[in-house]
């Protein structure tokens, strides 16, 4: 062989390791459409990750991860066959949504030339994994976000009691209320006797004045003694009298001002608030 025989192979030899080298592994593409049980389209995004093995056309794929966003429900994720690959080649996939992961499940791809759905690709438990019988318990871990809330619920405290109202402690907790049946429970789940810290005000409507309306009697009382005194609108024939200009209040005595004497036929009506 001449030396440019030699040169020429050499190129050749060389162009076929180049054209093995580039060759990328065959891949399986998975493409599904996921929903929740409500029946909306599952939204968020599945971490596949894998241990290092060799691929049926002996490529090596190292140790790794990708992330598929999932829009709407759609899936697509093209993937390695690990099912003709080197013993022990599996996916974990990992769907996180709202913040943290819904729920984790393993796959094993076979080669196909057309799409898998999901189902074709899940399995019951990864390779290797004891497989638990089924069961009709539900677990705790079954029921997304429900550890979560059994955190967050409020205990009973010491001071729980049935048949008695319910207040919270001041570490959160449910407590019985404390008292006697009669007693009346305050907004800081303390109690007392009904109506021993707030005295509620007597509201008195168009209440007439007693005295006579003639035309020259000025002095007349109410049955209570406005509390306080600026709670008092009086009102003659209709019209808003003005204290101290039509009338002077003095406990539950009003005396008109010689102004606004009033007349015989004249209708006087009181509304204010008393203490009771």
Not at 174 to 195: E, L
Not at 229 to 256: C, E, K, M, W
Request: charged share 10%.
């Amino acid at each position: 062989m001449t030396h440019f025989q030699r040169l020429i192979a050499g190129f050749a030899l060389a162009a076929t390791f180049a054209a093995g080298a580039i060759a990328a592994p065959p891949l399986t593409l998975v493409q599904d459409r996921l929903f929740k049980a409500d029946g909306t389209p599952f939204t968020g995004s599945a971490v596949i990750s894998w241990r290092s093995f060799v691929a049926s056309d002996g490529s090596n794929i190292p140790q790794n991860s990708v992330t598929v966003q999932i829009i709407g429900g759609v899936l697509n994720a093209r993937l390695v066959p690990t099912t003709n690959a080197s013993a022990g080649a599996f996916y974990s996939v990992r769907f996180n949504a709202d913040g943290k992961t819904q729920f984790t499940e393993s796959w094993a791809v076979p080669p196909s030339a057309l799409p898998l759905q999901v189902r074709h690709v899940r399995l019951e438990a990864p390779p290797g994994a004891a497989v638990q019988p089924p069961s009709s318990l539900i677990q705790i871990g079954d029921v997304t976000g429900l550890a979560e809330a059994l955190v967050e619920r409020p205990l009973k405290a010491l001071a729980y009691r049935s048949s008695r109202t319910a207040v919270i402690d001041s570490n959160g907790d449910i407590a019985g209320a404390s008292g006697i049946p009669t007693d009346c429970i305050r907004v800081d789940g303390t109690s007392g006797p009904c109506g021993s810290q707030i005295a509620l005000p007597l509201f008195v409507d168009m209440e007439p004045p007693t005295g006579v309306v003639n035309g020259v009697n000025l002095v007349f009382t109410l049955n209570q003694a406005p509390a306080p005194a600026t709670s008092l609108h009086l009102f003659r024939n209709g019209v808003l009298q003005r204290p101290s200009v039509d009338y002077v209040l003095n406990g539950n005595a009003i005396t008109f001002l010689s102004v606004s004497t009033p007349q015989t036929g004249d209708q006087l009506a009181a509304t204010y608030r008393a203490a009771q």
